[in-house]
């Protein structure tokens, strides 16, 4: 545990790339293959379920720290996170222990779960008896792990990038035994860390029985002038040119007689779409499609909204299943009888995959089609109906490219050519303090617009959507500056405020909802700009943002 700690502290005091890979691949050269296991675990961004809950965490810590609740409440505002906050409040340790990574993880965190059911009484001594044994820089990672906050800093291909380099093997490979990694039955083992690092051995997947998938080939944006296109890319006959849909990316596997259906996020949801998973053994043994998940309900696809009410819900009645069909739009074909096909050029895997739709003939699978156009002009034109059609606008595929590992360019390229967002004039209405290095600053917003136009006596303001991201750190403290010297009201966190700022909000969709107090709902709401220049009374109104919505 002591090294894990101070691994964490290595990685979050510095931003520097080589500075992380270095300490990543001091750590995984000396670890013990089961702390090593799980290391890669947390850093690749697995998760504990909750163990302890975050009420009973606060209220231990407050009477540990022997503050009164509106101190605690004050402080936790100050360093904005929780696992922060209480790791700085406690005593000293009275205790040591030498305990590795994954004895403390599986020996005192995860029991902590099971002992909330069967011996709640006896979970408070459990967690001080813990956290004494543990030194300052141990308990920040022990409450981050406890309350699932632990990040730092460090993404999935660094941590490839540092497996690939300590055992010699391709990052590839590496990054394809990844796949899976953090959704394991149980808990990682050091037998499972010794997979991940084991030397190569050809047709290393082929060999395999059991579902893992292949690391998602991502798409660049694509943002520049259609003038440019042919000096850029050369004429449109040299790429596969597909809608851009608006749904759950996935992997359909099949092998072994069984089925796996993987989400971009590596989240196991074959359990989820009991249709496709029988779409999918009606599928020979060794395929593999790559595709969006997406409702489907006469031959159109349906606004991403309605695929959130399914993903919502716990059970699946045969009315949900019923009223919410989906189906696989398939645009790739990463395996084909037991066959790895990522190196074959797009257009031949497209070629196979079409072969394989049409054989199949099943309502659950649809190819996504694939458009022409004689020039740029002519496609950016059927580009102007992507929104009407429910895509968030074209995916632009080489002919010639492989299907790579994440967002590279080596072996191919995807471009994505996105249709410009949605906008509203949007009033900030509610402040709140940010996390990590945001925290002393009111930097997560609540917006309103006008229930009615200008002219209309006694009109209110009705919130539809929060935001937090858009600003420079520039804006946000003048921002923030504002917020504190027009506070209306304070409720615990949030402060409402005057109406006084203006911003324009983009977001790429927008629906009906019975949940939110203004009807609509809108996704990934994000500011575009400071409207400086616009007074309040301005803004826009609830009629101009349900004109948006799709007719």
Known sequence: MKAFAALYRELDATTSSLAKQAALQRYLQDAAPADAAWAVYFLAGGKPRQLVPTKLLRLLAQEAAGLPEWLFDESYEAVGDLAETISLMLPPPTEQHELGLAAWVEQHLL?????????PVGLPDALRAQWQRLASEERLVYFKLMTGSFRVGVSRLQVTQALAAVAGVDAKRVAQRLMGYTHISGQPTAADYAALVAAESSGELNQKTSGQPYPFFLAHPFNISVDQFDTVLGPPAQ????????GIRAQLVKRAGQVWLWSRGEELVTERFPELAAMGEALPDGTVLDGEIVVWRDDKVRPFAELQRRI?????????????????????LIEWQGRDLRALPQAERRVLMDELVMQLQHPQLVASPVLSGESWQDLACQ??????????GMMLKQREAAYGVGRTKD????????IDPLSIDAVLIYAQRGHGRRASLYSDYTFAVWEAAPGVPERKLVPFAKAYSGLTDEEMGRVDAVIRKTTVESFGPVRSVKPTLVFELGFEGIARSSRHKSGIAVRFPRMLRWREDKPVEEADTLETLAALLPS
């Open 239 to 246: 790429w596969l040119v597909e809608w851009k849909w608006d």
């Open 111 to 119: 029991p902590l779960r099971a002992m909330g059911k069967t011996n």
């Open 383 to 392: 580009r102007e109906a992507a929104r009407e059609m429910g895509v968030e």
């Open 411 to 418: 072996v191919g390229i995807w471009w994505k050519w996105k």
């Open 312 to 332: 919502g819900r716990k059970t699946l009645g045969a009315k949900l299943l019923r009223d919410i069909p989906v189906v696989l739009l398939a645009y790739d």
